[in-house]
């Protein structure tokens, strides 16, 4: 089994940063790619961030230039720095792994999300 965990959401005002963690635990023997989609009450879920195995990255237009994304393959961490930030962001924020299991299992994997709230 493989469980992704996200942290550091919370309130923030519009211009304003936050930085949020994403740590994958359990069976893992590699991770290739990783990222964050988000998903505003109301509205379908939308990617946001993505980042290969090698560390290219790729973002949607709606946050490029903004946000970025950055890993940590000792820990098996990701990251997502979020900076000027609208109320159009508010949303909770998940991270996705695809991970080799150490039992030779492909397989993509989602954290359960952490909040953010965009508001003057």
């Known amino acids: 089994q493989v469980q992704l965990v996200e942290s550091g959401g919370g309130w923030v005002q519009p211009g304003g940063s936050l930085r949020l963690s994403c740590a994958a635990s359990?069976?893992?023997?590699?991770?290739?790619?990783m990222g964050w989609y988000r998903q505003a009450p109301g509205k379908q879920r939308e990617w946001v961030a993505h980042?290969?195995?090698?560390?290219?990255?790729k973002f949607p237009d709606s946050v490029k230039g903004r946000f970025t994304i950055s890993r940590d393959n000792a820990k098996n961490m990701v990251y997502l720095q979020m900076n000027s930030l609208k109320p159009e962001d508010t949303a909770v924020y998940h991270c996705?792994?695809?991970?080799?299991?150490?039992?030779?299992?492909?397989?993509?994997?989602w954290g359960k999300g952490t909040l953010v709230t965009v508001s003057s």
């Open positions: 980042i290969s195995s090698d560390g290219i990255t």
């Open positions: 359990g069976s893992i023997f590699s991770i290739d790619a």
């Open positions: 996705y792994a695809a991970v080799s299991s150490r039992a030779g299992i492909l397989g993509d994997y």
